[in-house]
């Protein structure tokens, strides 16, 4: 079984920062794509950022340029560095992992609890 598990969540004045950390643990033969996705009560969840094992990144429109992903392989470890955070950035943070949790070829979507974020005055 695969768990990850965020954490840095919390609350933050606008213009502020956080930095989110997602760690997967668990039996883990490989993690491909990781990334950060969001959601506001009653709608869907939203991308924010993903990233590759090679590194190669992704982020959506509202947050380019405020925000970046990172991650170790190493450690299966992944963040997501948040600045000039706004007040319609107050949401559930969830972070998601592709895992190979085997030598066998089969891939599986992993998501974490959601970590709280807000942002208000």
């Known amino acids: 079984q695969v768990q990850l598990v965020e954490s840095g969540g919390g609350l933050v004045q606008p213009g502020g920062s956080l930095r989110l950390s997602c760690a997967a643990s668990?039996?883990?033969?490989?993690?491909?794509?990781m990334g950060w996705y969001r959601q506001a009560p009653g709608k869907e969840r939203e991308l924010v950022a993903t990233?590759?094992?090679?590194?190669?990144?992704n982020y959506a429109g509202s947050v380019k340029g405020r925000f970046t992903i990172s991650r170790d392989n190493a450690k299966n470890t992944m963040w997501l560095q948040m600045n000039s955070l706004k007040p319609e950035d107050t949401v559930v943070y969830y972070c998601?992992?592709?895992?190979?949790?085997?030598?066998?070829?089969?891939?599986?979507?992993?998501w974490g609890q959601g970590t709280q974020v807000t942002v208000s005055s």
């Open positions: 990233i590759t094992a090679l590194g190669s990144t």
């Open positions: 668990g039996t883990i033969f490989t993690v491909r794509a």
């Open positions: 998601n992992a592709y895992v190979r949790a085997s030598a066998a070829p089969i891939w599986s979507d992993y």
